[in-house]
């Protein structure tokens, strides 16, 4: 079965800082998607940036970008430039292919136990 | 694109009672998912719907779980005869058909005493 497996459960950086969260996970597929989610105190889960295995660029989004090592099976975050906003839970997420037919499932995610991060001004 | 919506927010109740969630989807999501969510730990997968059909369960569903998506649209959680362990975040989320992201809703905070 697949797992994923975060670590740190708590993280803290300065305000304009940069952070690290690591992420490993555990699969014999070759073909997956593998996620960071965002949620904040009392809100709801936002995506933060996704990568599919079978591309070799990392993923990036403005501040976010993601360290992708497939044969490693780690895919860690970095926070550049990090705002008080970014302050939440930061879940490291794995999703299968295929379906039940292919043996696997239709799409749930997996998730790790989360990273909270906290921002000092 | 009015977001996951659920309902209710909170929920608290007495050992044995039953309750009932709603979840309304994204409008043009046909992937409606539900995950459960205790303190320090990430969403667990409950159950899955494709349309109107409950396609995948997870072996956490227990017969006091039951879930329903009739028309396709919105779905409702319902757990029976409840317990002081069924305490937790219900989530739910919406995607497309495909390796999409998913869209969560706010959560139902259910406290069972």
């Known amino acids: 079965a697949q797992t994923v497996t975060q670590s740190q459960p708590e993280m803290s950086v300065q305000e304009a800082e940069t952070v690290t969260l690591s992420c490993t996970y555990d699969?014999?597929?070759?073909?997956?998607?593998l996620f960071w989610y965002k949620q904040p105190p009392s809100r709801q889960m936002i995506l933060v940036i996704r990568?599919?295995?079978?591309?070799?660029q990392n993923a990036t989004e403005n501040r976010f970008s993601v360290n992708f090592q497939k044969a490693a099976k780690s895919f860690s975050l970095k926070i550049s430039d990090s705002q008080l906003g970014d302050a939440a839970m930061y879940f490291c997420a794995y999703k299968g292919p295929g379906g039940p037919a292919l043996g696997g499932s239709q799409g749930n995610l997996i998730f790790g136990k989360g990273t909270k991060l906290s921002v000092k001004p | 694109d009015t977001g996951v919506s659920q309902d209710p927010r909170h929920k608290i109740t007495k050992r044995g009672q039953n309750v009932t969630f709603r979840c309304d989807p994204i409008?043009?999501?046909?992937?409606l998912y539900w995950y459960r969510q205790t303190l320090g730990q990430g969403p667990e997968f409950l159950t899955y719907?494709?349309?109107?059909?409950?396609?995948?369960k997870s072996r956490l569903l227990s017969d006091r779980f039951s879930a329903e998506r009739p028309k396709g649209s919105f779905s409702t959680l319902e757990i029976q005869r409840t317990e002081q362990g069924d305490s937790a975040m219900y989530l739910c989320?919406?995607?497309?058909?495909?390796?999409?992201?998913?869209?969560f809703g706010p959560g139902t905070r259910l406290t069972v005493l």
């Open positions: 699969t014999s597929e070759s073909d997956y998607y």
């Open positions: 990568q599919e295995a079978y591309k070799q």
């Open positions: 719907f494709q349309n109107e059909a409950q396609l995948e």
């Open positions: 989320a919406s995607s497309r058909t495909g390796p999409r992201e998913q869209f």
């Open positions: 409008s043009e999501h046909n992937r």
